[in-house]
């Protein structure tokens, strides 16, 4: 009897440890990109550890996914697998103290993520519910939410085999695919997934092929490009089942989720969507995305995943005015500049009269006199020579740069290349010291291959990779994408197209200027004082810069979207900056430029009709206050300037004319008693009352002709 309740209970222990395994959340991220859009750079290292704001870009996917609350973690190499298991080995991920309760590198001989799907069903290692993700997502997604919603529909439909996470973002974000647009056909009523398709540049039909059968069976359809597919899915095991039948399939869109699709009728599988809209993911997927990403980071979008978050052991960040992060060590020289929109790592030493202007620098970095960088990744230990300029281009670790050399927008510099003094490197240029560019080169055909010295100069080193015909697609995008800076004036970006998390998901108990990061560290010390103080002066130096430089309406939103957010300033403060940068432009053109108030004004308020309309929110409301606070303080900040009672009358007119300012807004500003409260006050608003008389006049006659 003893022996039967033994193996009665252990019977009972393996059934309790199998649902225990099953409440496991696992995680497969896929190390490998099974690409080569990150060339000459991942000739070299694996696109995983390559620097993102200095930081490897697989510890965001990790930090990613801890928050996520995910237990086991299968992380898929293939190329550069020994570097990839040295690194993680090595980091926090593996410590006592990590959230992971197993994490196991798995290296394979995949050549596509097809492969590596059917290499893990063929391990028996996912034993319930898991995430899918690419190793280069960042994110701030909580993913409770859709985890429950994916479950709850497991349980009502076993055939509810997937849910995909994507980003509402518009057709043009800049972190969408530039060459192909992802076209989602979506049952709203049920989240479901109908039809996938992508839709290419270079062809010619602009149709989308729907299955007529669909139709039918569900009451509303939608088609939507307007979606970023950030690669992050939630996956039961029939998933890898799916894999291994469909033995052809290699990518996870074009050929998995279309034929997933496609094949309903007979394998009845459905894959649904979790669309979000208040929380940031994106993956960095090329070089295009590489540069928006980290723009967003930088500028605060991603919060809390900031360089002052400090992911890495060691790293040291600060947040200083203007979105500057720089770690402790920095030397800067008397005369050097460091402008808006940059990281310097630790020990990095600029020398006089350089000036680094959006861009981000690495460690150990030695930058020399006179060197001009915007717009740049320079990652550690790179040298850069006396009186060269660098723009929108990326320095691999450890490359040299003479001096007087110019790198032009585009070029990409891989690790350990050196290029002599004096030499100019084209935009066109991707340049490595890699032994396997090297043997490329010299069997290249005459014609096409390139002299080393034409490239690098006398006395350097570095190949140009040569492209072959397996490449054309993706020289495709990174011609498409213009190298690594985009032209914003096309795009259309909303406040809800990227996002941090709100303030209401921060702690109640954190006083104001303090933000905590991901590993529990404070990420700033200001008081509530010097934090109004501090994004004021901030704000209104982004804004006048703007103004002065005529740079597109949606840069600017972005910009200051990414300031209010960074210290969670209100819309009073907002609009307090942008009345301030707005006078100070108007006041600087006047005495520089001979143009008329009433055309100064005009010019400037039709070109940033958008950013003004983005700080009032009454539109439609009976009481106006946000119209109002905007005319309080323009006409407060008037009444110091000169012609301030000018500038106040075309202000609110041409804001009429443009549907920015309501005739109700304006009449509540009027007979606001702040408003003439002081003489200065009601000085400034003088010429206005004419306007604010006529807008009553004239709706006493429209109502006098509708009483006809």
């Known amino acids: 009897m003893s022996r039967k309740g033994q193996k009665g209970g252990s019977k009972g222990e393996k059934a309790a440890d199998q649902d225990q395994r099953d409440d496991v959340l696992q995680a497969v991220v ?44 299968f992380v898929y ?42 290499d893990l069903d063929s391990r028996d290692a996912i034993t319930g519910d898991f995430i899918i993700v690419s190793g280069d997502v960042v994110s701030n997604l909580p993913l409770e939410a859709a985890l429950t919603a994916h479950r709850e529909r497991r349980a009502a439909d076993k055939n509810a085999i997937m849910t995909m996470i994507l980003r509402e973002a518009g057709p043009y974000h800049r972190t969408k695919a530039r060459r192909t647009t992802p076209v989602f056909t979506l049952d709203p009523t049920k989240n479901r997934c109908l039809h996938y398709e992508e839709m290419s540049l270079k062809q010619s039909s ?18 939507r490009t307007d979606l970023i597919d ?28 279309f034929g997933v699709l496609k094949d309903y009728e007979l394998n ?56 500057i992060y720089k770690e402790d060590g920095v030397i800067l020289a008397r005369s050097s500049v460091i402008e808006r929109r940059s990281v310097i790592g630790h020990k990095t030493s600029i020398g006089d009269g350089s000036v680094i202007r959006d861009s981000i620098i690495g460690r150990r970095c030695q930058i020399g006199k006179d060197v001009t960088i915007e717009g740049a990744y320079i990652w550690d230990d790179t040298v850069i020579g006396n009186g060269s300029t660098i723009r929108q281009a990326v320095i691999a670790s450890e490359a040299l740069v003479g001096s007087r050399c110019t ?33 490329l080169v010299n069997r290249a055909a005459s014609a096409s291959s390139v002299n080393e010295e034409a490239v690098v100069g006398r006395g350097g080193y570095g190949y140009d990779l040569v492209e072959s015909s397996d490449d054309e697609d993706d020289q495709a995008d990174r011609i498409a994408s213009s190298g690594l800076i985009y032209n914003l004036s096309h795009l259309n970006i909303s406040d809800s197209s990227v996002s941090t998390l709100h303030s209401d998901d921060l702690s109640d108990e954190l006083p104001r200027g303090h933000r905590q990061s991901t590993s529990g560290s404070f990420t700033t010390n200001l008081s509530e004082g010097s934090h109004d103080d501090e994004f004021h002066n901030d704000a209104v130096a982004g804004i006048f ?56 004004v005009s010019q400037t308020l039709k070109k940033y009709q958008i950013v003004f309309t983005r700080t ?19 006409q407060r900040d008037l009444s110091h300037r000169k012609k301030g009672e000018s500038v106040l009358l075309f202000t609110a007119k041409e804001l009429y004319s443009l549907d920015v300012l309501e005739e109700e807004g304006i009449n509540q500003w009027w007979e606001d008693e702040r408003s003439s409260a002081e003489a200065e006050m009601r000085r400034t608003r003088s010429q206005t009352q004419p306007f604010v008389e006529w807008l009553a006049n004239a709706e006493e006659d429209s109502d006098d002709d509708s009483d006809d």
């Open 407 to 439: 790198v032009e927008p585009g070029a990409l510099l891989s690790y350990g290349v050196r290029i002599a003094n004096d030499t100019t490197v084209a935009g066109t240029r991707r340049i490595t010291a890699s032994d396997k560019t090297k043997a």
């Open 268 to 323: 009845g599988k459905t894959i649904h969507t979790h669309i979000i809209t208040d929380q940031y993911a994106a993956r960095v997927r090329d070089l295009a995305a590489y540069d928006a990403i980290s723009k967003d980071i930088v500028s605060r979008w991603s919060y809390p995943i900031c360089p002052d978050s400090n992911l890495l052991a060691g790293q040291s960040y600060r947040f200083q005015r203007g979105n």
């Open 30 to 73: 896929l190390a490998d990109s099974f690409e080569t859009r990150f060339q000459p750079f991942t000739l070299e290292r694996p696109r995983c550890l390559l620097p993102l704001v200095n930081t490897p870009i697989i510890e965001y996917t990790l930090e990613f996914l801890a928050n996520a609350g995910v237990e086991e973690i």
């Open 545 to 600: 810069d703007a103004l002065q430089r005529g740079e597109s309406p949606d840069v600017l939103q972005i910009e200051l979207q990414g300031l209010r957010m960074g210290v969670d300033a209100d819309y009073h403060r907002v609009r307090r900056a942008l009345v301030t940068a707005y006078s100070d432009h108007i006041q600087q053109s006047m005495e520089s430029i001979s143009i008329g108030i009433s055309d100064m």
């Open 230 to 257: 950030c690669r992050i899915d939630i996956c039961t095991p029939d998933v890898l089942a799916l894999w291994t039948d469909s033995f052809d399939y290699e990518a996870p869109r074009t050929q998995f989720l």
């Open 77 to 118: 190499c293939g190329a550069h697998t020994d570097q990839v298991e040295d690194y993680i080995r090595a980091s926090k991920w593996c410590l006592a103290s990590s959230p992971f309760s197993r994490l196991e590198i798995i290296k394979s001989t995949s050549r596509s993520v097809g492969d590596a799907m059917r």
């Open 616 to 634: 009032m929110f009454d539109k439609d409301k009976e009481s106006k206050p946000d119209q109002v606070d905007f005319l309080l303080l323009l």
């Open 206 to 223: 602009r149709y989308v092929n729907i299955d007529p059968g669909l139709l039918p069976d569900h009451s509303e359809i939608d088609i």
